[in-house]
DNA sequence: ATGAAAGCGCTAACAG
DNA sequence: CTGTTAGCGCTTTCAT
């Protein structure tokens, strides 16, 4: 492991020079050539945890997210990780697992390792922020909110939720939700997209077929058996989330009742769908791009940007348009 | 952002002290005491970043995959990490998109942040491992081989492609298969397995049944769209992989042939099929259990382990069985 | 058991 | 443009 001190040796110049030759600032040409050669002979690689600890700051941004698993995340991931490393960044991906005590942690690490921002999907609506706020480290918030004044950025779940009941109401009768936590923002925002829907439909919207889940397969699933399990059962159901969608389906298969024997519409892609393109109703949700406008938005801040906070609602136009992602 | 110093003064003992108390060596109870307080009181963090430099190595391991949106892999990941966190370290979770050198650029990260090691499934035959090996930093290889001899945890490729050609073989005449690139060692292994089924079956190995493409859904596609081209089309096709899988069954939807009207087998989970369960045949790759195999070798290297490699094939007793993950 | 002191490898004033 | 120098915050001998 050769150091600035071997090549400058090598090389005949000081360490000073050589660092700048690593970070271009103004050097002889000559010098330059010279560090370069040295520098290439002896494998220089220049020690990232030392500069970080001078620097006090390092290349790398964190993004938290809830669901390493979902095809959701791993899309916003994708694009983070796109601006991100454009820019000379790093990412690291860190797994909260919905579980606010794992979130602390990588919070935690991230001021521990110097990072410089981070890129959080919180799990819970009360992300304890102090400590890598007053380190002075940005945060920027995807899919959902955080508790206090920062960037966001966040799909317009209301007219998601609208544009999916809206569409089914065209041609059903009995349009369900099936959605994640209530407590969830997203939830929420999505269910009263569905209700306003029923609403402008002049229709009450149908209480009994208003369900809140979980954002996971599992979830889906139970809460389709119990829809199809009412006296009154619904004859469309809009999927609050991909995953719920993929729970809500393999249920209606399993009762003969595969889309679109029984409408569905899904808020969110289905990136590995196996049924035919037209069977299912989507609405999708950029969420490579919200990684990207994310990423940007941190990237701003890292850079000494101070505009006030800034929430983003990304999707404005949400058509319905046929599964296969 | 308090340190060691402040804390030290804080307590009214020296650096030194504080170092010791969050690192577990002798230290007596009263002082422990004083600086765990003042430690609380002034909410300090260690400086990971300089505990780094100092010990010329951090608690995170690198894990570099070559698709972050393949299913397969990030159940991998969540293997890793699993066992990773429960030993105290983190893992950062790298996408060399199959590239080698986006893999190359990760590597060079690894050993300039001084990770402990790396958990590296191989984008290409020749990954260049010298930098990272000569720094001491130990590799595990996952899902393929290196091109050298180091730690490796692998699939029994083989037995999932002969378990998957002879359960359809039972009952069908012309069984094909689509792989992912030829020159992918998991590919040509899966592929073999077809083939010695075919062999045991009494049949010669049908060449125009067997497809190389690409381990992903449009590869999957492509090739199940030439399938149904043939002349003579089989009455059943082994995917390589999950993704594969997708494609081939969205491909069989749209031509009205969704599974079991053409027999499907899987090689790998399919963590989101939309299918009723009976509907395809899956011979399940246990990548949770992958990485938290190579986690645990991996560890045992970063602890100082010293034994000749090891070459761990997982699965020996595949047996297809319904879809649904 | 505890403290003093010397760095880990790099960068950023500050001179020249 | 270039070199000298002083740390970044922590761990770890080496004494005591």
Request: charged fraction near 25%; glycine fraction near 8%.
């Amino acid at each position: 492991m050769a150091t600035i001190y071997d090549v400058a040796r090598a090389a005949g110049v000081s360490p000073a020079t050589v660092s700048r030759v690593f970070n271009g600032t103004s050097v002889s040409a000559e010098k330059v050539d010279a560090v370069r050669a040295a520098a290439r002979e002896l494998r220089f690689v220049p020690n990232r945890t030392a500069r970080t600890l001078r620097r006090r700051s390092s290349e790398v941004i964190g993004l938290i997210i809830p669901d390493i698993e979902n095809p959701y995340f791993t899309e916003l991931a994708r694009g983070v990780e796109d601006v991100a490393s454009e820019a000379g960044y790093s990412v690291v991906l860190c797994n909260s697992d919905a579980e606010p005590a794992k979130e602390a942690t990588y919070l935690g690490i991230a001021v521990a390792e110097h990072m410089s921002g981070v890129i959080l999907a919180p799990a819970s609506d009360r992300s304890d922020l102090d400590a890598i706020q007053s380190a002075g480290r940005p945060v920027v918030a995807v899919d959902r909110h955080a508790d206090r004044e920062i960037d966001s950025v966040v799909m317009a779940n209301r007219d998601a939720g609208y544009a999916a009941a809206s569409h089914l109401l065209r041609s059903h009768r009995r349009v369900a939700y099936i959605g994640g936590p209530e407590h969830i923002e997203t939830a929420a925002e999505r269910a009263e997209g569905w209700r306003q829907a029923h609403r402008d439909a002049g229709v009450e919207p149908p209480g009994e077929l208003l369900l809140f889940s979980s954002f996971r397969v599992d979830g889906g699933r139970e809460a389709m058996e119990r829809l199809l399990a009412l006296p009154d059962p619904p004859d469309a159901v809009v999927a609050g989330n991909n995953l719920i969608g993929v729970g809500a389906i393999q249920v209606l298969s399993e009762h003969a009742l595969t889309p679109p024997r029984l409408a569905v519409a899904v808020i969110g892609g289905l990136p590995f769908t196996t049924l035919s393109p037209s069977a299912v109703t989507v609405v999708r949700l950029p969420a490579r791009e919200m990684g990207m406008t994310a990423a940007r938005m941190l990237l701003e801040r890292v850079r000494g940007g101070d505009a006030p906070p800034r929430n983003i609602v990304l999707g404005g136009e949400l058509h319905p348009a046929s599964a296969g992602d």
